[in-house]
């Protein structure tokens, strides 16, 4: 078991054997959250099997990490490390990441996975608003190849682009996406980490380019990864 709460990141696997990353990113709003996610992965876990929780957290009380804590703190095949992103986004400029409805900047973190996960090949990413009701294994297990993500087709999205010209218009000249093409959900997504550093400066470019994405971080890695 390895418990922390970081401001500074040099990462690390927290075991050699059978190591399974997931990252999942929070704010205040939505830890309540991020603790049903986390204990849905505790009771379908394998005890043969490490987990490797990472939390991208933006201005998370200690209190309240320290409960996050307590629910793997007797484990001894969970990690769980708390990163205060905040100093991101300073050098990125909050000014950048969109806010619409419930939408908060803390959707943006994953973008920050192929810098704080640079010493990781493979990782899993999950929204927090999740139950998972089989072992993450069985998703980390799945190859990747070359592509730098995998991820599931957000039916709902495509079908917006079918019944809804301005939102076709908005996937074919915003984001620069054949209508053909399979726009994909980004709530849980494995993620080849040695592929995805080589995109890290585009997904921040397009980024400033769209201002204002309709469906925030998804559409910008479905923009880079089109």
Known sequence: MEIQILDEVNLWPFSKIKNIPVVLATDSKYVKYLSVALQSIIE??????????IVLGG???????????SQVNKLDNFSIRILDVAKYLELIGVNLFYESNHISYAS???LLIPIIMENYNKC???????VVLHDLAELFSIE???NALGACEDIAAMASVIQKPHYQAYITQKLGMDINHKYFNAGVLSINVNELKKYKYDLFLELKRLKQPKSHDQDILNCVFK
């Open 59 to 69: 201005f998370i009380d200690v209190r309240i990490s320290n409960k996050l804590i």
């Open 44 to 53: 379908s876990s394998n005890e043969q099997n490490n987990y490797d929780i």
């Open 144 to 146: 990747l190849g070359i």
């Open 108 to 110: 943006y973190f994953r």
């Open 124 to 130: 899993l990413y999950l929204d927090t608003d999740i």
